[in-house]
T-cell receptor, first 113, second 115 residues
Framework: ELKVEQNPLFLSMQEGKNYTIYCNYS?????LYWYRQDPGKSLESLFV?????AVKQEGRLMASLDTKARLSTLHITAAVHDLSATYFC?????????????FGTGTRLQVFP | KAGVTQTPRYLIKTRGQQVTLSCSPI?????VSWYQQTPGQGLQFLFE???????NKGNFPGRFSGRQFSNSRSEMNVSTLELGDSALYLC??????????????FGPGTRLTVL
């Protein structure tokens, strides 16, 4: 069974600082997603990474994928308060003609002044 | 273009009852997936429907079922509710035929509380 682990689970960071969230998964997959969830709200798609070495950037967020290491990172540059949310990675698992999206535990990010 | 809508937004039921949740996908989207989100288990995939057929299924008991109509709207049913079914149930839709392998757009969720 595919397992997806994120770390850290909680991240409190000061505005202007940089940090990285890690997403490790246990078996091969060719598709990884990053989502954002604000408190009490639904999930918002941030990035989809399709191949080894893929890198995508949107504003202060940059996501990368290393399929050989089974690792994705979400890097935050010069954090601002508006980035406070919970971030999830999700990995596509395709087995026995069944596709499932397996989510990580989530990283709760709080950015303070 | 309107997003994914879910009704009702909040629901309170008692153990042993059954419940039906509804999801209307984005216009033109043909795949609908359902997820359960709880503090303990996180986000878990329930099932995915495409063209009125269940294509993919997660590891949930048979008390959890769903269906999709010809207009792509979907319903999810939970019978014989248990306390552990209290959760946020999220519906997501995607445009293409790849279902969960496509970028999914999530609805606001239905918060179910089982007493």
């Amino acid at each position: 069974e595919l397992k997806v682990e994120q770390n850290p689970l909680f991240l409190s960071m000061q505005e202007g600082k940089n940090y990285t969230i890690y997403c490790n998964y246990s078996t091969t997959s060719d598709r990884l997603y990053w989502y954002r969830q604000d408190p009490g709200k639904s999930l918002e798609s941030l990035f989809v990474l399709l191949s080894n070495g893929a890198v995508k950037q949107e504003g202060r967020l940059m996501a990368s994928l290393d399929t050989k290491a089974r690792l994705s990172t979400l890097h935050i540059t010069a954090a601002v308060h508006d980035l406070s949310a919970t971030y999830f990675c999700a990995v596509l698992m395709a087995r026995d003609n069944t596709d499932k999206l397996i989510f990580g535990t989530g990283t709760r990010l709080q950015v303070f002044p | 273009k309107a997003g994914v809508t879910q009704t009702p937004r909040y629901l309170i039921k008692t153990r042993g009852q059954q419940v039906t949740l509804s999801c209307s996908p984005i216009s033109g989207h043909r795949s609908v997936s359902w997820y359960q989100q709880t503090p303990g288990q996180g986000l878990q995939f329930l099932f995915e429907y495409f063209s009125e057929t269940q294509r993919n299924k997660g590891n949930f008991p048979g008390r959890f079922s769903g269906r999709q109509f010809s207009n792509s709207r979907s319903e999810m049913n939970v019978s014989t509710l248990e306390l552990g079914d209290s959760a946020l149930y999220l519906c997501a839709s995607s445009r293409g035929s790849k279902g969960v392998a496509d970028t999914q757009y999530f609805g606001p969720g239905t918060r179910l509380t089982v007493l």
